[in-house]
């Protein structure tokens, strides 16, 4: 009988100890929750040379604004952390990301091999291939090789700079916003623009004060993506960028961006 007793006794110790390592484990659990919660949300700074419309500028109320700024805000909430834009000159961007002053730069950076060999670039997220623009009085002109003899602007350091040197006769010359280029072809000082396919569409086709003065003319010459550049060897923020522009893509997000900031 004694041993009986004995038995169902150490049945119910059993079970008390059980019970209580549940609750425990259950707290425990509760109580990681709570702290994973409580967590602030990571934040990421991301520089763009905002003078780049239509895909980084400043509007009237000193807003970064365009298809990047919310392409990469779409990123960010895909992915689960917060974006911090930072307004950075075109010729210094890539010097301060090296120097730690932001963790990517998102600002229609084309991906290039010889880029690639001292960034880390995301996966593409746009096509954007480099088209000449001109004014509309200039005849005769069909691609970048007839304008032999003729000034033609980009802005400094893009690829858009890289195709006009290419071409012998080519009066090359650069400007440190694309703006400025426009703005001296309207003036006459030079006689074509080239640049990315978005950017030659904003200003020849959309812009009040220029979609009567000035046309596309040809194809896109070259096949172009952009891309987010991180740190060499920066993996973490590459691979949570990836992981948002998956993301975005897969829901086709950012076509609804290319219609609200490319058509």
């Known amino acids: 009988m004694k041993t009986v007793k004995y038995f169902l006794a150490f049945i119910v110790v059993i ?42 500028m400043v509007d009237k109320d000193k ?13 960010a909430e895909e992915a689960g952390f917060r974006v911090e834009f930072k307004n950075t000159a075109w010729d210094g961007i890539f010097g301060g990301l090296d120097l730690g002053n932001y963790d990517a730069v998102i600002s229609s950076v084309t991906i290039t091999d010889e880029r690639k060999q001292n960034y880390d670039f995301s996966l593409p997220y746009i096509n954007a291939g480099q ?17 032999t003899g003729k000034q ?12 006009a040197k290419k071409v012998e006769g080519v009066q090359a010359k650069n400007y440190d916003e694309i703006g400025l280029a426009f703005e001296d072809m309207a003036s006459g000082r030079i006689q074509g623009v080239v640049c990315d396919t978005p950017v030659a569409a904003d200003y020849a ?15 896109p010459f070259t096949q172009e993506s952009y891309g987010v550049v991180v740190k060499k060897g920066n993996q973490e923020v590459l691979d949570l960028i990836n992981q948002g522009i998956q993301a975005v893509q897969a829901k086709g997000i950012d076509k609804d961006l290319e219609e609200k900031w490319l058509r």
Do not use: H
Not at 131 to 147: F, H, N, Q, R
Not at 152 to 163: K, L, R, S
């Open 152 to 163: 033609v602007g980009a802005q400094i350091g893009t690829t858009g700079a890289m195709e």
């Open 205 to 219: 086709l959309q812009k009040d004060e220029y979609k009567n003065k000035f046309k596309i003319v040809g194809e």
């Open 63 to 75: 807003n970064i604004v365009g298809f990047d700024i919310d392409f990469m805000q779409a990123v």
């Open 131 to 147: 088209v000449l623009t001109i004014p509309k009085t200039l005849e005769g002109v069909a691609v970048l090789a007839d304008m």
């Open 15 to 56: 079970g008390l100890v059980a019970g209580m390592t549940s609750c425990q484990q259950k707290q425990e659990e509760s109580q990681q929750a709570a702290q994973e919660q409580a967590a602030p949300m990571r934040t990421l700074v991301v520089a763009t040379d905002a003078t780049w419309p239509p895909m980084e």
